[in-house]
């Protein structure tokens, strides 16, 4: 056969990053730094054998697949490939069509257009009664804040107290009048 085998690549496991990036401790001693080296070197020798014998093996599953098999294998991926494009650009055109914000097109997962756009539509819908809402500006609240001159009432004195009942005064301690005599700041 013509082919060659392509080999799988194997990534190294990484049990213990921290103690391969940190130099040896200096209370393992002379013995300790070199058991540690001899082990390193080990696991680097290990690891390679490992993925030898996973090239080696995946070369003897591909030897064993005929040349129909292997073909269908690759036009699968092929239509698998293509058809993830398709819907790709489709979820594209539709979301450019409908001005869909790029941070919803994420969102949009239907796979025939119609369903597309109905998903984009009501996403579209969300989003813009979400954002309205947190544009609108507050009301102000008439209880807060300095009151208009117009609506204040008069400030009264020690003097104008002398002339009235205590009715008077209570109703006129109460609607404000006295704040400034007693010096109750508003």
């Known amino acids: 056969m013509s082919e060659t085998a392509t080999e799988p690549v194997v990534e190294p496991v990484a049990d213990a990053p ?16 070199k058991a540690l080296a001899a082990e390193r070197a080990a696991r680097k020798t290990a690891e390679k054998s490992a993925a030898e014998l996973l090239a080696r093996v995946q ?8 040349e129909t098999e292997k073909a269908a294998a690759r036009a699968e991926a092929a239509e698998k490939r293509a058809a993830e494009a ?12 409908l001005n869909v914000p790029k941070e919803l097109r994420k969102f949009l997962t239907a796979t025939d257009e119609d369903s597309l756009r109905s998903q984009a539509e009501e996403l579209l819908t969300a989003f813009t009664a979400a954002t309205a809402a947190s544009r609108t500006t507050p009301r102000p609240d008439p209880t807060q804040g300095a009151k208009p001159a117009s609506a204040a009432l008069p400030q009264l004195t020690s003097a104008d107290a002398d002339g009235m009942t205590s009715e008077q005064i209570i109703a006129a301690r109460r609607a404000g009048q006295f704040d400034d005599l007693l010096r109750i700041k508003t």
């Open 18 to 33: 921290v103690a391969d990036a940190v130099e040896p401790a200096a209370e393992l001693g002379e013995a300790g730094k």
């Open 59 to 66: 070369a003897f599953e591909d030897a064993d697949k005929s």
């Open 86 to 97: 398709e819907a790709k650009a489709m979820r594209v055109e539709v979301a450019d069509e």
